[in-house]
């Protein structure tokens, strides 16, 4: 599956942002998706989780709260909605599919990704 993530941009402390994975090549059902960010200089790390029929949703300790995962498997399409957004969230952020019910917050569990979307949260 190709997956490519799209709706970053600039936005000032507590404002929005929605973030969409379209899926290509393979039906997404068939995956469970995440989100991950990456700052400059850090480690990529885990931002959100959703089972494949969107019935489990898992997050960071960072973003619960404030960021929902969601998708559609009709449309393809995984989605991240972004509230309350602080500098702390600056960061590139990809999609990612894995297997049905496999592993979790870790980017090894992760065998397809997006190429990145930028977020830039201004103070």
């Known amino acids: 599956v190709q997956l490519q993530a799209s709706g970053g941009g600039l936005v000032h402390t507590g404002g929005s942002l929605r973030l969409s994975c379209a899926a290509s090549?393979?039906?997404?059902?068939?995956?469970?998706m995440g989100w991950f960010r990456q700052a400059p200089g850090k480690e990529r790390r885990f931002v959100a989780r959703?089972?494949?029929?969107?019935?489990?949703?898992y997050y960071a300790d960072s973003v619960k709260g404030r960021f929902t995962i969601s998708r559609d498997n009709a449309k393809n399409m995984a989605y991240l909605q972004m509230n309350s957004l602080e500098p702390e969230d600056t960061a590139v952020y990809y999609c990612?599919?894995?297997?049905?019910?496999?592993?979790?917050?870790?980017?090894?569990?992760?065998?397809?990704w997006g190429q990145g979307t930028l977020v830039t949260v201004s103070s």
């Open positions: 990612a599919a894995t297997e049905r019910n496999y592993g979790l917050g870790s980017a090894n569990d992760y065998k397809y």
């Open positions: 090549g393979r039906t997404l059902s068939q995956y469970d």
């Open positions: 959703i089972s494949w029929r969107g019935g489990r949703t």
